[in-house]
């Protein structure tokens, strides 16, 4: 079975810096790979997709990169401010049958 | 337009209780998607919808869970007999119907069993 890899320990980095957030994967390459954002209490929120075929997506401050070599998307938030603090989630459509497999999702703090 | 809307926010029920939690997708959207988060935890795939097709129920943990889509539009999903391991947030996304497509979360079900 599909199973996909965030760093479970919390990532705390200063205002200012450049945050880059990891998703492993194992088995099949995704069709698409898909970053969320969760705020506590609410659902995700949508950020940026790529596709098997992209090497790198930019959106602003937002940045994917995907690897199907290594099996592997690298999320890059360049210049963080506290309000990037939240829960970062990658998800993957396996093959495009539009059945999403989530990570566990990584916890970003951005201290002041 | 109104995003997904899902109610109730939270639900709190007796072990051995049938729930329905209700999803309203955006309007258009022909995908809808139920997940479950635990505490801590990613977010487990359900149940998906797509337009009139048969729906893909190969992540429902046992027979006691089941959902409708009426109209292709509203949804519904029912637990039968809950169980405390049955707790969690209940999720629902509504897309455009392909995998290049963000989905579009509802705030979801918070469902605690006692």
């Known amino acids: 079975s599909q199973k996909i890899e965030q760093n479970s320990e919390a990532l705390n980095i200063q205002e200012g810096k450049t945050a880059t957030l990891t998703c492993n994967y194992t088995?099949?390459?995704?069709?698409?790979l898909q970053w969320y954002r969760q705020d506590p209490g609410r659902g995700p929120v949508f950020l940026l997709l790529?596709?098997?075929?992209?090497k790198e997506k930019r959106k602003e401050r937002l940045k994917v990169t995907f690897d199907t070599t290594l099996k592997q998307s690298l999320f890059h938030i360049t210049a963080s401010q506290p309000a990037d603090s939240a829960t970062y989630l990658c998800?993957?459509?396996?093959?495009?049958?539009?059945?999403?497999?989530f990570g566990s999702g990584t916890k970003l703090n951005v201290k002041p | 337009g109104a995003g997904v809307s899902q109610s109730p926010s939270n639900k709190v029920t007796e072990k051995g209780k049938d729930v329905e939690l209700r999803c309203d997708p955006i309007?258009?959207?022909?995908?809808l998607y139920w997940y479950r988060q635990s505490l801590g935890q990613g977010l487990e795939f359900l149940i998906y919808?797509?337009?009139?097709?048969?729906?893909?129920k190969s992540g429902l943990p046992s027979d006691r869970f089941s959902a409708e889509r009426t109209g292709g539009s509203v949804s519904t999903l029912t637990i039968q007999r809950t169980q405390q391991e049955d707790s969690a947030v209940y999720l629902c996304?509504?897309?455009?119907?392909?995998?290049?497509?963000?989905?579009?979360f509802g705030d979801g079900t918070r469902l605690s069993i006692l």
């Open positions: 996304a509504s897309s455009l119907g392909s995998g290049n497509q963000p989905q579009h």
């Open positions: 088995n099949y390459s995704p069709a698409y």
């Open positions: 790529i596709r098997e075929n992209e």
């Open positions: 998800a993957l459509d396996i093959m495009g049958f539009n059945k999403f497999y």
């Open positions: 309007s258009g959207h022909t995908a």
């Open positions: 919808f797509q337009g009139n097709s048969a729906p893909d």
